[in-house]
């Protein structure tokens, strides 16, 4: 049988957008250790940060930094490219402290650079509130340009959450973009439904330019959030419609005297 | 302490993804087990379908057709597996079972065009209660076509090949019914749990699932106990048509707005331009 321990961090790592504290105190009411669980539960923390590309605020700074895989150094430490900073996450709190300037060491860092002015343009058409950036990965082969986009309303019982992870090969002049797109919102005003996504993407490019890599994720982007509103209305109008019709095929109500009543009102006077 | 944990788990609940209600219901209980009959009786989960082995009939499993590890066939009114002294209701109130069944198989045929549907009554010190269950299920796996019509003749313009869609409805009605003079007191809780997945190659996963819960509470005129099915009929009806409504809305309408919300489909500095253009218009006409 699954230990406290797993299962509390199962709890952790399954918290919609926006609603990790809310998660914590429940996890905390619910575990005979309450508050003296969260330690054992650090490395959940730390998944769920990673994955759910979760955003900090810089020491001194208004804007949001984003963490994941990809921006990590040693320990706890995690850099942003755009702002040449280095700083430690406290993954229980979503803090971030002892901030360092940080030069990126890359051979692709022109590059990076130029995707990160391109990224920002992009965000900026479509994307209200974001946090994004490009880094080097598999031993700076690679790069990797991440996404993520939050609201919250919980006045309103709904939260979402837009991710996109793409990673590309710079190794050779063409080059295949691989990544994923994931929606999730959760709406829960006197019930719990949740909206998830995944969409895998692959994007050929002619050539490693920045301009145009950008600009075929903003395409991909764009034909998947109309795929997805399109999806919205066929399962309005398919799979939701074959489950329960609004009114029977007759257009009345039913006649609940009628309906087996003669029979059984006799039965019911009869037995009485 | 104990209220305290139990009002934390309904809200883990809420907030932990409803897909996986059946799992995160087993390790909340395994965590703190005093909490178990408390849970298994307050949160729904979707129903399960067995035969009944008298009339062979399908119906459906939930805590108050329940007595130790026994189910009670509404169609038998038998225990499966056979229990000795399993509780049944009063000749009257198992009457009353009898007639709301087949009421709301009618209902069932037509509004779901099939599924699976049980009621069952007990007997309260003054009056009856009773749960009504509804499931339906639809898989649908094909490969489906993209039509366009130009001078009238019918292109297909593009075939999805391995889209999947799949929905599956469960309704819980549960209601009681108090005596008061020639009135009867109705109180009602109705859940709905509708989980809906499609896959596709152009769309990826898509998974919308959930649950919502209403309560009303109503007095209405009693003549024989057949109005009293006919009362609950009514009540059920008028309820899943608001709830419903209410799923379209959300699954539909907000999940969609708030993905809106998270990514702009249109330019945002186009749409920004837009409007100081309009609120320019506007000034204009009326200086």
Redesign the interface.
Known sequence: ??S?TE??S??IE???PG?LA??V???K???SDGPDIIPSLAPAFERYNETQLTTVKLPGASQEVLISEYNKLEGNRYFDVESQTSFEVDHVTQEASAAQSYVLESQNADLIKSLLKSLSAHA?????TCSYGVYPIEDDTAVAIVLV???YSPNNF?N???RAIYTLPVNSSSTTISGQ?K?D????E???????????VNLSVPSVDASSIISRIAAA?????????R??????E???K?????????RQ??E??K???YR??Q???G?? | MADAQFDSALDLLRRLNPRDTKQNLQAITSIVPDLTEDLLSSVDQPLEIRKCPKTDRDYLLCDYNRDGDSYRSPWSNEFDPPLEDGTVPSERVRKLEVAANEAFDVYRELYYEGGVGSVYFWDLDDGFAGVILLKKGERVLSCYFRLAIQANILFCIGVTPGAKSSGEWDSIHVFEATDRARMSHYKLTSTVILHLANESESLGEMDLSGNMTRQVEVDLPVESDASDVANVGRLVEDMELKMRNLLQEVYFGKAKDVVGELRSLPSLSESNRDRATHLEMIRSMHS
């Open positions: 049988m699954a406290t299962l509390a199962s709890f399954g918290a919609p609603e809310d998660v105190a429940d996890v009411a619910l575990t900026t058409e479509h994307y209200r986009a939050n609201r709904w979402g959450r837009f797109i929606v919102v959760h709406y829960y006197d019930g719990n439904v949740a909206l998830n996504t995944n969409k895998p982007e764009r034909d998947y959030q109309e795929e997805l509103n999806a919205f209305v066929s399962t309005a398919g799979v939701f074959g489950l329960r019709r609004q009114l029977p095929i007759t109500k039913v609940w005297e309906v087996g009543g059984l009102g039965d019911i006077a037995g009485r």
